[in-house]
Nanobody, 120 residues
Framework: QVQLVESGGGLVQPGGSLRLSCAAS????????MGWYRQAEGKQRELVAT???????NYADSVKGRFTISGDNAKNTVYLQLNSLKPEDTAVYYC??????????????WGKGTLVTVSS
């Protein structure tokens, strides 16, 4: 089992910044990718950014150049820096971890989410 705990959400004005954190614990040694997804009210959950165990990153087009994902292996923590925030970034942000069970087979874990509200 892997436990994921997010923090750092809150209310911010348009153009502002936040940093989200996701601390992983449990059987973390087989995590090969972590990431952030978000779900706005009335919409489907969507990918925001991912980072692999070899530090390769991927971003949704809507956040490229504004958001940065990074990891601290010593702290078993993944961060998402959100800059130049827009009202449309308002959503619950979920941390995700993909664990390799056997070659080609994965188990997915989710945090409970942290709310980001961008509003003046």
């Amino acid at each position: 089992q892997v436990q994921l705990v997010e923090s750092g959400g809150g209310l911010v004005q348009p153009g502002g910044s936040l940093r989200l954190s996701c601390a992983a614990s449990g059987r973390i040694f087989n995590i090969n990718r972590m990431g952030w997804y978000r779900q706005a009210e009335g919409k489907q959950r969507e990918l925001v950014a991912t980072i692999t165990s070899d530090s390769s990153t991927n971003y949704a087009d809507s956040v490229k150049g504004r958001f940065t994902i990074s990891g601290d292996n010593a702290k078993n923590t993944v961060y998402l820096q959100l800059n130049s925030l827009k009202p449309e970034d308002t959503a619950v942000y979920y941390c995700h971890a993909r664990v390799v069970v056997v070659s080609g087979t994965f188990v997915h874990y989710w945090g409970k989410g942290t709310l980001v509200t961008v509003s003046s």
